[in-house]
């Protein structure tokens, strides 16, 4: 019996198959689990803006779809904290639509670069505050994070709350074999690896590319690898320096693919590595730990509340001698690092678990 006295939820954000920002999957979990506790979920999507008349056309589009609902009683309103320029304002006007229609509003922060954007931006700061002092609830990614944004904004602390990110069932169901993939790992002296996410300099793809086919490593490795990228091409001058690498299939660029793609590559590769300058709480880290395989990493974001502060293999990305001892080290140590991922893989599916949600049913509801 639903015994939630809000009846519906009206959500603004990403959704598949869009997924400018790493998030559409994990808001489409979210929600799937949340309806049990609502009458309807009310949806609207947001899209990406190629300009700035796109971006007023959202916005004229926004406030027709929420000033259709504003009859609506006893409704949340549930988005995401965007944090570009454009998408915070976006995020100010979905607040004061709240606000003018009396209904509580619910902000995520899938992000973990909100207090950095600030501390660069007053502009930013301002509204951010604004929005988040006059929310219902703070849906935080990381218990670090909850931690740090209510000592920056100075906010009451009950008015954030730890939701994990939402993985797929399958992922958490399934049994990987740990020593299949070791099996497999040892009988190949060649790595296959992994690279997903946009083509943008703030994720350390630049910078891992020069290294790995600019600055002549290879002599210093002791195997032999190609490198293949899944993610939207951003800034086209990335890609464009190595046509060489690609034309002799030692580097791979596939684009966008479907998600289920990208979880099938990963899971077939030897290793994943994610050289974010920036992160969150990254759901490749999640997913293709999930999967069996292991992954090298920058320490930035929440990611050490995930694989923990004595992870093996984290890199500095600034650092080419970081990069090739850890890809080597995998390489020597693979029964160990297997053995790290597998714990960590049961740490995953004991903290991630759907009953998180129980705790945003209580919350609107007290």
Known sequence: ????????????????????????????????????????????????????????????????????????????????????????????????????????????????????????????FLIARYILNKCFLILCISKIQKVEILSFFNLNRNKAIFIPNFLSKSLLLKSTSIQKNIENNHLSNFINIVYVGPLLKSKGIDKLLKILFKDKVRDNLINNYSLSIYGRNVDKNILARYEKEIFKNELKYYGEVTHKKVLYNIKKSNLLILPS?????????????????????????????????????????????????????????????????????????????KNNLKKIFDYINK
Do not use: A, W
């Open 1 to 124: 019996m639903n015994l939630n006295k809000y009846k519906n939820l009206i959500f603004f954000g990403e959704l598949p198959p869009i997924s400018r920002n790493g998030i559409s999957y994990n808001n489409l979990r979210f929600l799937k689990e949340i309806k049990i506790y609502f009458k309807e979920i009310i949806y609207l999507k947001d899209l990406p803006h190629k300009s700035l008349i796109s971006y007023f056309k959202t916005s004229i589009k926004l406030l027709f779809f929420f000033y259709k609902n504003l009859s609506q009683k006893n409704s949340i309103n549930y988005f995401t904290l965007s944090q570009g320029n454009i998408g915070i304002v976006k995020s100010f006007i979905l607040s004061l639509i709240s606000i003018i229609s009396n209904n509580k509003y619910i902000v995520h922060l899938h992000r973990g670069d909100l207090i950095y954007n600030c501390k660069n931006s007053h502009f930013k």
């Open 277 to 353: 300058l920036s992160e969150g709480m990254p759901y490749v880290v999640l997913e293709s730990i999930l999967l069996g395989t292991p992954v090298i990493c920058t320490d930035v974001g929440y990611i050490k509340e995930i694989i923990g502060e004595k992870y093996p293999l984290f890199i500095d990305i600034r650092n080419k001698s970081s990069v090739i001892d850890k890809i080597n080290y995998f390489y020597l140590n693979k029964i160990e690092i297997f053995n790290i991922i597998y714990k960590i893989r049961e740490d995953i599916i004991k903290n991630y678990s």
